[in-house]
């Protein structure tokens, strides 16, 4: 079965760091485009960082420098490395699965995690 | 940036009725535009790539049109378990969502 389970998220002061996981079991991490979509409470959806099976990666400007996404191979795992965090990056965060190709569409998606930024 | 402008941002039908929304991209897109379901708590749902196109196990009543900058999602009868918000997606370069429309049963 494809899936993907994110870990790492939780209450963290404005300014600190965390790094968010995303376990993936039935396919390939690196063999697909990979992304984290946030979704700040009541709101809407929002890309915020990708990567490429080339390993290229891209981030929204909203985090551009703050945020890097990366992957561990031999684990499976997708990785989101969240620095200088702001009361805004306060969300539950998903990671998706793209296609070998390219970006196209996202599916599956993982549940998600939370991360709250407040002092 | 390419910007999706998604309307309505939320309607009221009764079961049965006929629901549409559409999407509106910045510039031409083709057909790189694909539509979620999202239920509270829960992560978006595939329902429609490449602008018409079923995702598998998506029952027939949803469906979804347009190419180039205008976009349409319908759901041809609605059904107590379609309420949710849909959303919206392009993938012509980074992508972005729609804002969303939060559907609700009258």
């Known amino acids: ?119 | 940036d390419i910007q999706m402008t998604q309307s309505p941002s939320s309607l009221s039908a009764s079961v049965g009725d006929r629901v549409t929304i559409t999407c509106q991209a910045s510039q031409d897109i083709s057909n790189y535009l694909n539509w979620y379901q999202q239920k509270p708590g829960k992560a978006p749902k595939l329902l429609i790539y490449d602008a018409s196109n079923l995702e598998t196990g998506v029952p027939s009543r949803f469906s979804g049109s347009g190419s180039g900058t205008d976009f349409t999602f319908t759901v041809s009868s609605l059904q107590p378990e379609d309420i949710g918000t849909y959303y919206c997606q392009h993938y012509d370069d980074f992508p972005t969502f729609g804002g969303g429309t939060k559907v609700e049963i009258k």
């Not at chain 1, 684990?75 to 998903?94: C, F, G, H, P, W």
Request: proline share 3%; charged share 15%.
């Open chain 1, 1 to 119: 079965e494809v899936q993907l389970v994110e870990s790492g998220g939780g209450l963290v002061q404005p300014g600190g760091a965390l790094r968010l996981s995303c376990s993936a079991s039935g396919f390939t991490v690196s063999a697909h485009y990979m992304t984290w979509v946030r979704q700040p409470p009541g709101k809407g959806l929002e890309c915020v960082s990708v990567i490429y099976s080339d390993g290229s990666t891209y981030h929204a400007d909203s985090v551009k420098g703050r945020f890097t996404v990366s992957r561990d191979t031999s684990k499976n795992i997708l990785y989101l490395q969240m620095e200088s965090l702001r009361a805004e990056d306060t969300a539950v965060y998903y990671c998706a699965r793209g296609q070998t190709w390219g970006v196209g569409w996202f599916d599956p998606w993982g549940q998600g995690t939370l991360v709250i930024v407040s002092s």
